[in-house]
C-alpha cells in the first residue's frame, strides 16, 4: 500500500520569505504522479502542482517550485515570495499505478503567512 | 455547471439516523471520488467511480457506508445508522478519465464539501 507523510504539522513564514514544505512517500510503484494541494479554510481543495515521477525535470508554477527526488521518495514544495493568501493547509498527494484516479494524501502542514 | 457541487453544506444529524450527500460532478468528467476528511487530518479515500466500470469501493470504512452513481452524472454517499465518529467533512472530486502515465494526467477538482456532524 502507498504511504504518504507529511512530517511538519505547521509552518509559519514571513510575508515576502521562502518556505519549503517536506513529503515523503512509500510505492512499489514505477509510474505514478504526486501533487500538492492547497486548502483555505473555505475547504476548497486547489491543486497547486503537478508532478510526473518519469520526469526528471522538477515541476515549477509560478512561485511555487518542487524537489523531486525519486530515489529517496522525497517530493518538498517551495513557495517563494510568500504571500498572506498563501495561509492555507498543504496536502501532499499521490496517485499511479492502476489506480490513477485515486489519490493518497498526506496529514497535511498548517502553513501561516504572517504579514 | 463550473464546478463540483456538493449538497448539504452542513447537515446536523442525530446518532442512529440515516443521511444522504449528493455530488454533482463537473459535466462530462467520468471519474468521481468521495473522500472523508476528519478534523485535522488529511483525506481518506471512500469510493471511486469510473464510467460503467465496477466502483472502487475499498475505502468504505463499514457496511453502513454506500455509495451510488448514476451513468456519468449526479453520485450519492449514503450512510445509515450514523455514529459520532462518522462526523466529518465529505468531499466529492471528479476528473476526466485518468490516463496512463506516458500521457499528461487529468486534474480531480474538489467540491467544498458536506460538514456532517452527528450528534
Known amino acids: 500500500a502507498q504511504t504518504v507523510t507529511q512530517s511538519q504539522p505547521e509552518m509559519s513564514v514571513q510575508e515576502a520569505e521562502t518556505v519549503t514544505l517536506s513529503c515523503t512517500y512509500d510505492t512499489s510503484e514505477n509510474n505514478y504522479y504526486l501533487f500538492w494541494y492547497k486548502q483555505p479554510p473555505s475547504r476548497q481543495m486547489i491543486l497547486v502542482i503537478r508532478q510526473e515521477a518519469y520526469k526528471q525535470q522538477n515541476a515549477t508554477e509560478n512561485r511555487f517550485s518542487v524537489n523531486f527526488q525519486k530515489a529517496a521518495k522525497s517530493f518538498s514544495l517551495k513557495i517563494s515570495d510568500s504571500q498572506l493568501g498563501d495561509t492555507a493547509m498543504y496536502f501532499c498527494a499521490w496517485a499511479g499505478g492502476t489506480s490513477y484516479g485515486k489519490l493518497t494524501f498526506g496529514q497535511g502542514t498548517i502553513l501561516t503567512v504572517h504579514p | 455547471g463550473a464546478g463540483v457541487s456538493q449538497s448539504p453544506s452542513n447537515k446536523v444529524t442525530e446518532k442512529g439516523k440515516d443521511v444522504e450527500l449528493r455530488c454533482d460532478p463537473i459535466?462530462?468528467?467520468?471519474?468521481l471520488y468521495w473522500y472523508r476528511q476528519r478534523l485535522g487530518q488529511g483525506l481518506e479515500f471512500l469510493i471511486y467511480?469510473?464510467?460503467?466500470?465496477?466502483?472502487?469501493k475499498s475505502g468504505l470504512p463499514s457496511d453502513r457506508f454506500s455509495a451510488e452513481r448514476t451513468g456519468e452524472s449526479v453520485s450519492t454517499l449514503t450512510i445509515q445508522r450514523t455514529q459520532q465518529e462518522d462526523s466529518a467533512v465529505y468531499l466529492c472530486?471528479?476528473?476526466?478519465?485518468?490516463?496512463?502515465?506516458?500521457?499528461?494526467?487529468?486534474?480531480?477538482?474538489f467540491g467544498q464539501g458536506t460538514r456532517l456532524t452527528v450528534v
Open positions: 459535466s462530462g468528467h467520468t471519474a
Open positions: 472530486a471528479s476528473s476526466e478519465r485518468p490516463q496512463p502515465v506516458t500521457r499528461a494526467n487529468t486534474e480531480a477538482f
Open positions: 467511480f469510473q464510467g460503467n466500470s465496477a466502483p472502487d
